[in-house]
């Protein structure tokens, strides 16, 4: 998507690279949305670096970043021991990072058999295979749920904005482009379709205040960013339209495991009549599990998260600052589980469906047996 | 209630007051909870300013001060002239208040036909006289509390804590002492029954995160912040056995408004069968209104609470940082309305009754005419 007028992928082969082969440009999301720095990785120690220091996050962009880290090692020297060396220091950035681990795995798979002159070649064929894949996803993700933002338009006969909420970020920083939630309100946006966003915060890392707000920003896209507390009340008085999320995992049975305050939004999005989708990439349903909130382990972070944040001064400099009293505990669970009875439905990239075990397998009849 | 092992109320006559006359402290809640700092009120000016810039916040501490602004001011001269003076500048200070205008007409109405001479005396002792029924009202609905905490507790065969959840700040600071919704708390606390509060946090200004969490951990009652997106989540499971807020507007037919963010925790209460009460004085309910969605105005705050937050550095010092990106718009409503089907009870001076028109007139007779 666009930043200052420019298009951007979240990861790209640098301008001088050579026959497909060559350096590779991240953008350091750390230092959004107080700055724009793109970064130039040479060799797999700065793709790990890129990782581990989460210039890059979202489960997509950090599998095509290892992708990309695997082939800079090659590049540099093609051998067995390197490229065995290579997948252990990617693996090791983020050990729980599963589509890291199967980027890295794919790629290993690819290249064991392959002649060490051929190496570098066909690892940086497949990472770019891997970001194209992504775009495509997420291309139709949004095509998808570009559908659901023009019936409410022209539900509403054309004449006024189509109010969209969203939680968190599920932009095309986390991915390569479009990104998931973010996908059907871009393309609403380039069709000409007038949207606005409210823009949840997403304490206690505020995603939202500082990525997503920064992306629509970017790209032209109305929007506003208010706290977590608000979308409630903006629901009650008309003002909320739709309201799409991403997800980390959704169940078999469309339990949506989602950044932590995604419940209370599906709950009031389901005590106002507003209809509340998640959107997702197939792969991230887990069809191994069906109740979210018995079988979803919650991951508890640090809660230095919630005590501290940084901002940025009025003098330009970024600073952390504390919060709370020095003496106060802290709990910081990361996500939450919204039941499928408060999911109107389910945005993938092979169209839309309810959010149930029938509506699930409709869309994916191979998983049926599984 | 205490800070530091001593006992405090919000406002207090000076220690070297000779009969019942002279300067008033105060805390400067506008440096919580990074520093405690009483301030010392000498002048019907200092007693402006207190309000004005914050340093007392809260409804009816906001009219105690209002109270003692006058005998300070008749304190120095009790004249007409300056009765009235000192009157004009207190209801100056926040012009929508409403406890500061009834307090400054009370001591009006009382103080115009008095002789000069007796006008400070009389004063100080109405100051006093409010102070004391904000305490008693504050008591009275804490021991009805106490009594829901109690047989939460015995409920669960007294074998383990009684789990909380509050939002913003209905404590004992925005009183005269004990305040409304964490009175109850502080009764069990004091009674011996074991309680632990999770502490919303209340973007955007944070009321809970800064002056809950420091009521409580002076006051030594264990508690827990969380952000305002966590409370669902532990309700889901099984993590808190009690909501408690307070209220700035009741209607007659028990509708509830207070800080935003409050619906939404009212709504996962009722989701998870979590009992969900709200803590008033009688005279905060508004008998003339029953519809508190359709016709309470919700105020419209500046972007800037949502855009920036203080805080501490690890230097210690206090510093202002923004969140968001420059260019992106902001919006802050400051209250949601949380409708009486969504309400357990309501805890009142008088007792605790069903959030409802019928509810509320058994408790409140005297109205039933109006």
Redesign the interface.
């Known amino acids: 998507m666009k930043v200052g007028g420019r298009a951007y992928r979240s990861i790209w082969l640098a301008e001088d690279a050579k026959d497909g082969i060559g350096a590779v440009e991240i953008i350091d999301q750390t230092r959004l949305?107080?700055g724009f720095v793109t970064r130039r990785l040479e060799t797999l120690e700065e793709a790990a670096t890129a990782i581990r220091e989460m210039w890059v996050r979202g489960a997509p962009l950090i599998g095509a970043t290892a992708a990309y880290g695997l082939a800079l090692a090659l590049r540099a020297d093609p051998s067995d021991a390197n490229l065995e060396r290579a997948a252990e220091v990617l693996i090791a950035t983020r050990p729980t990072a599963v589509n890291l681990r199967w980027a890295v795995e794919d790629l290993l798979a690819r290249l064991r058999p392959a002649a060490a002159g051929a190496r570098a070649g066909l690892a940086y064929a497949r990472a770019a295979e891997i970001c194209d894949q992504d775009v495509a996803i997420n291309r139709s993700i949004g095509g998808h749920g570009l559908g659901l933002i023009r019936a409410a338009w022209e539900d509403g006969g054309r004449a006024r904005p189509v109010n969209l909420l969203t939680h968190c970020n599920a932009g095309w920083l986390a991915t390569v482009d479009w990104g998931t939630a973010l996908s059907p309100i871009f393309q609403a946006h380039d069709a000409g379709i007038p949207v606005h966003v409210?823009?949840d915060?997403?304490?206690?890392r505020?995603q939202g205040?500082?990525l997503t707000?920064?992306e629509?920003?970017q790209h032209g896209v109305a929007?506003?960013?208010?706290?977590?507390?608000?979308?409630?009340?903006?629901m009650?008085?008309g003002r909320v339209d739709l309201c799409i999320t991403g997800t980390d995992r959704t169940t078999a049975a469309g339990d949506v495991c989602n950044?932590?305050?995604t419940?209370?939004?599906a709950?009031?999005a389901f005590?106002n009549d507003v209809p509340f989708y998640v959107a997702l990439p197939g792969p991230t349903i887990d069809w191994s599990i069906e109740d979210g909130?018995a079988e979803i382990p919650?991951e508890e972070r640090p809660g230095a998260e919630?005590?501290?944040?940084?901002?940025?001064?009025?003098a330009g400099a970024v600073?952390?600052?504390?919060?709370?009293?020095e003496?106060?505990?802290?709990?910081?669970?990361a996500?939450?589980?919204t039941p499928a009875r408060l999911v109107t439905g389910l945005i993938t990239e092979r169209g839309i469906c309810p959010a149930s075990r029938e509506g699930l397998r409709a869309l994916y009849p191979e998983r049926h047996n599984q």
Chains 1, 2 share one sequence.
């Open positions: 949305p107080h409210w823009v915060e997403t304490r206690p505020n205040a500082s707000a920064w629509l920003g929007h506003t960013v208010i706290v977590d507390n608000a979308g409630g009340h903006l009650q008085h950044k932590i305050g419940y209370l939004k709950l009031a005590d909130l919650i919630v005590a501290e944040i940084a901002g940025v001064t009025a600073t952390r600052v504390r919060l709370i009293p003496a106060s505990p802290v709990a910081n669970p996500f939450d589980v």
